[in-house]
C-alpha cells in the first residue's frame, strides 16, 4: 500500500498502526492511521493522523478511504485531511532541504502539530522575541560574569536601536535579515569582530528562545559569525624587566596598577584570576611556594610558582599580593605607564570597519590591555621553549589550536624557535 511521494525529496506513505496480515484476517478491524516518512539515506519518521479506518474500507492503491465509508465520519474531510498532512510535509521538507537547514523527528513532529491544531499557542500567553531578551537578562545574569552579562546588554541595546518600532518577531530572523542587520552594522561604523560579537549574543538570545519553546525559527543557526584577528600585542622579556624596574614610587596608584599587571604577566593568568591574589591563595609544596588558583573562566584549578619577580612586587605589600583594582582602571594607566617608559613604537594593524579594510598605525602603548599580560606570558615561553601542553596548563587554552591563535608569534620567529630547539634539523 506505498505511496511514493516525490522520491528525490523522501517518501511518504500511509500506513495501518496493526500490520497488514492481522487486518487481513480481520478485515472490518478499526485501526489507527500512520503517516510514515523516510529521508535523508535511512532515516524515518512516523507521525499518527488521529483518524481510524479498516482494511476492508482502505483504497490501498490511492491511500485514502473509500468513498462513502469510514462509518459515520466523512471519508471526503478524512482524506482531505491526509493530503494536506503530505503536502504540508512535502513543502516544510523541500525547504529546510532548500536552506540547509538541519532535520529532526522532533522538528518534523512540532511542525505538523502546529500545522494541525495539537499545539496551540495563544495570544496571550505567547512570548514576543522582546520578552524573550528580558526573561534572557533575568534568567542567565545571574550565571554569567559581569562582562559577559554587559556584553548582552550592549547587543540588546543595539538591536533596539536597529527596530526602533519593535517591530521584530521570531519569525523575522531569516537570510535576509542577518544581511541587513550586517549591512547596518556597517553603515554604524562597527569594527568587524564587533559585529561578530553582537551577531553570536544574538544567536545566544535566540538558541535560549528555542530551547525554552518562545519559538520553532532554526534558521538563525544558520548565521555565520563574522571574525578576524583581533588586534593584540604582547611585551618581550626586556620590555618586561624595564616596566619592573621602572621607579613609579611618585604615584601609588600607577605603582599598584603596574605591580597587578606584572603579577599577569608572571603567571599567565586571566585578569579575573590574577587581579586580587592574596595569602589564602599561597600554597607550600616540596618546599616551594605556588599560587593556588581556581580559574573562574575554565573552573580548573593550577598552581603557579611564585617567582623571584612576584616576591620582589610582594615586599612593596608586606609580603603580600598587591591590591585588588579595577578592571577599566587599569586598562587606563597602563597604557601611561607604558608611554612612560617609552613603548612608543608603531605598531601597523589591518582591520575592517564599516564594511572596509583600512590599515593604521599606532603607538604601542595604547594598544596594551590587561589581556596583554597573560598574552606575554605564553608567547615569551613559548620563544624560551616551554612546551605547548606545559603552557596551556598554566593560560587554561584548551587547544593548541586557541593557544596559537593567542600568542603573538610571527612565522619567521616560529620557522626559528623549532630550529633552536636543535631536535629535527641538523644545521
Given at each position: 500500500?506505498?505511496?511514493?511521494?516525490?522520491?528525490?525529496?523522501?517518501?511518504?506513505?500511509?500506513?495501518?498502526?496493526?500490520?497488514?496480515?492481522?487486518?487481513?484476517?480481520?478485515?472490518?478491524?478499526?485501526?489507527?492511521?500512520?503517516?510514515?516518512?523516510?529521508?535523508g539515506g535511512g532515516k524515518k519518521f512516523k507521525y499518527s493522523t488521529g483518524f481510524k479506518s479498516c482494511w476492508v474500507d482502505w483504497n490501498e492503491g490511492r491511500q485514502r478511504i473509500k468513498e462513502g465509508k469510514a462509518g459515520l465520519l466523512d471519508a471526503d474531510k478524512i482524506n482531505e485531511h491526509l493530503s494536506n498532512l503530505e503536502n504540508d510535509l512535502k513543502k516544510e521538507y523541500s525547504r529546510l532541504l532548500a536552506e540547509g537547514l538541519p532535520i529532526s523527528k522532533e522538528g518534523l513532529k512540532q511542525f505538523l502539530d502546529l500545522k494541525t491544531g495539537k499545539i496551540v499557542i495563544s495570544d496571550e500567553k505567547k512570548i514576543t522575541f522582546y520578552d524573550s531578551l528580558e526573561k534572557f537578562e533575568k534568567i542567565r545574569s545571574a550565571k554569567e560574569s559581569k562582562n559577559t552579562a554587559k556584553q548582552h546588554k550592549q547587543t540588546i541595546n543595539v538591536i533596539k536601536k536597529y527596530d526602533k518600532k519593535?517591530?521584530?518577531?521570531?519569525?523575522?530572523?531569516?537570510?535576509?535579515?542577518?544581511?541587513?542587520?550586517?549591512?547596518?552594522?556597517?553603515?554604524?561604523?562597527?569594527?568587524?569582530?564587533?559585529?561578530?560579537?553582537?551577531?553570536?549574543?544574538?544567536?545566544?538570545?535566540?538558541?535560549?528562545?528555542?530551547?525554552?519553546?518562545?519559538?520553532?525559527?532554526?534558521?538563525?543557526?544558520?548565521?555565520?559569525?563574522?571574525?578576524?584577528?583581533?588586534?593584540?600585542?604582547?611585551?618581550?622579556?626586556?620590555?618586561?624587566?624595564?616596566?619592573?624596574?621602572?621607579?613609579?614610587?611618585?604615584?601609588?596608584?600607577?605603582?599598584?596598577?603596574?605591580?597587578?599587571?606584572?603579577?599577569?604577566?608572571?603567571?599567565?593568568?586571566?585578569?579575573?584570576?590574577?587581579?586580587?591574589?592574596?595569602?589564602?591563595?599561597?600554597?607550600?609544596?616540596?618546599?616551594?611556594?605556588?599560587?593556588?588558583?581556581?580559574?573562574?573562566?575554565?573552573?580548573?584549578?593550577?598552581?603557579?610558582?611564585?617567582?623571584?619577580?612576584?616576591?620582589?612586587?610582594?615586599?612593596?605589600?608586606?609580603?603580600?599580593?598587591?591590591?585588588?583594582?579595577?578592571?577599566?582602571?587599569?586598562?587606563?594607566?597602563?597604557?601611561?605607564?607604558?608611554?612612560?617608559?617609552?613603548?612608543?613604537?608603531?605598531?601597523?594593524?589591518?582591520?575592517?570597519?564599516?564594511?572596509?579594510?583600512?590599515?593604521?598605525?599606532?603607538?604601542?602603548?595604547?594598544?596594551?590591555?590587561?589581556?596583554?599580560?597573560?598574552?606575554?606570558?605564553?608567547?615569551?615561553?613559548?620563544?624560551?621553549?616551554?612546551?605547548?601542553?606545559?603552557?596551556?596548563?598554566?593560560?587554561?587554552?584548551?587547544?593548541?589550536?586557541?593557544?596559537?591563535?593567542?600568542?603573538?608569534?610571527?612565522?619567521?620567529?616560529?620557522?626559528?624557535?623549532?630550529?633552536?630547539?636543535?631536535?629535527?634539523?641538523?644545521?
Open positions: 500500500m506505498a505511496k511514493t511521494i516525490n522520491r528525490t525529496r523522501g517518501v511518504v506513505r500511509f500506513m495501518f498502526k496493526d500490520a497488514i496480515k492481522n487486518l487481513k484476517i480481520k478485515p472490518t478491524k478499526q485501526s489507527l492511521i500512520y503517516l510514515n516518512f523516510s529521508y519593535r517591530q521584530i518577531t521570531f519569525d523575522s530572523f531569516d537570510k535576509e535579515f542577518y544581511s541587513q542587520f550586517i549591512t547596518h552594522l556597517e553603515e554604524e561604523g562597527y569594527a568587524l569582530n564587533t559585529i561578530g560579537k553582537h551577531i553570536k549574543n544574538l544567536k545566544a538570545f535566540l538558541r535560549f528562545g528555542l530551547e525554552e519553546e518562545y519559538h520553532t525559527n532554526i534558521k538563525f543557526t544558520k548565521y555565520e559569525v563574522p571574525k578576524e584577528d583581533s588586534i593584540s600585542v604582547y611585551l618581550d622579556e626586556n620590555e618586561i624587566e624595564k616596566l619592573h624596574k621602572t621607579d613609579l614610587s611618585f604615584d601609588k596608584r600607577w605603582e599598584v596598577t603596574r605591580d597587578v599587571f606584572l603579577i599577569g604577566c608572571y603567571t599567565g593568568q586571566r585578569i579575573s584570576d590574577y587581579n586580587g591574589l592574596n595569602l589564602n591563595d599561597i600554597s607550600t609544596i616540596n618546599g616551594k611556594e605556588y599560587f593556588q588558583i581556581f580559574q573562574q573562566k575554565t573552573g580548573n584549578e593550577v598552581s603557579v610558582p611564585i617567582t623571584t619577580e612576584i616576591r620582589e612586587i610582594m615586599q612593596r605589600y608586606n609580603n603580600q599580593p598587591p591590591p585588588k583594582i579595577y578592571e577599566q582602571d587599569l586598562n587606563d594607566d597602563i597604557k601611561k605607564i607604558c608611554r612612560k617608559i617609552g613603548l612608543k613604537n608603531k605598531v601597523k594593524i589591518i582591520k575592517t570597519k564599516g564594511g572596509k579594510k583600512t590599515t593604521e598605525s599606532i603607538e604601542k602603548h595604547k594598544l596594551i590591555s590587561s589581556h596583554t599580560a597573560r598574552r606575554s606570558f605564553c608567547t615569551n615561553l613559548y620563544k624560551k621553549g616551554m612546551p605547548t601542553i606545559d603552557i596551556r596548563y598554566f593560560s587554561g587554552h584548551k587547544s593548541e589550536k586557541e593557544f596559537f591563535n593567542y600568542i603573538k608569534i610571527k612565522d619567521q620567529e616560529r620557522a626559528s624557535h623549532i630550529v633552536e630547539t636543535g631536535k629535527y634539523f641538523n644545521i
